[in-house]
């Protein structure tokens, strides 16, 4: 599962490190204040201390200061922006999605699958398996270009034109070059989004095949 942008666990959590921090350094910042005046006040005025030293430690720790208020503001402006997408999220419960997957739904004689190469093929086919991995479908000399997700549809019938029932089925895709070495390739399948969740700080879409996916990983949406 990619990792969405727009789960708010995850900035609550930046934001909680950036309080820790200039609390941190305004510790710090007082510590050293209080030990420059106790040194200061204590000094031999016969052979005074260089304050080039005290200067630029000063200089150093005002600089992280600011490096880290910058984070801080740079944070709330992510955060922000994550409300915003979480939102967005939101709206795609009940829509048809295409996602990632190695899975597709059949519903009543109708299924929606795809994929997409890592490279240029010699060949590539698509096969439809039952749940014990029996071979019911194979789709053969499909597109071989690379990049694009080619989609396929499926009537919901075997090898011998037999209609299968409605539920889940496993994809397996096969693609070789023309020295026969294997091509990566990627199945996709749509299905509907039936609800969201925030897991580890991540939207999670739940779909009606049983699957779930970051809403960084949808492909189309209708």
Not at 35 to 42: D, K, M, R, S
Request: no cysteine; hydrophobic share 40%.
């Amino acid at each position: 599962m990619a990792i969405d942008p727009f789960g708010p666990g995850s900035v609550t959590g930046a934001r909680t490190t950036a309080s820790s921090s200039m609390s941190q350094l305004s510790e710090d910042y007082e510590s050293f204040i209080t030990l420059l005046t106790a040194q200061i006040q204590n000094q031999d005025p016969l052979e005074p201390m260089d304050s080039t030293t005290f200067i630029s430690q000063l200089a150093q720790l005002s600089q992280v200061e600011q490096s880290v208020a910058v984070n801080d503001n740079l944070e709330g402006i992510s955060g922000q922006l994550s409300s915003m997408s979480a939102i967005g999220g939101l709206n795609l419960i009940g829509k048809n999605v295409v996602a990632p997957s190695d899975e597709v739904a059949l519903q009543d004689g109708q299924a929606i699958a795809g994929y997409r190469l890592a490279a240029d093929a010699a060949s590539v086919s698509v096969s439809i398996k039952s749940a014990d991995g029996t071979l019911l479908r194979r789709y053969d000399d499909l597109d071989r270009s690379a990049g694009t997700l080619h989609s396929l549809s499926w009537d919901g019938l075997d090898y011998e034109g037999l209609p299968l029932p409605s539920g889940r089925y496993s994809l397996e895709i096969r693609a070789e070059d023309a020295a026969g070495n294997v091509v990566p390739g990627q199945t996709y399948a749509a299905s509907t989004v039936r609800s969201m969740t925030y897991e580890n700080g991540l939207a999670t879409l739940h779909l009606a095949n049983g699957e779930t996916t970051s809403a960084g990983l949808i492909e189309e949406v209708w």
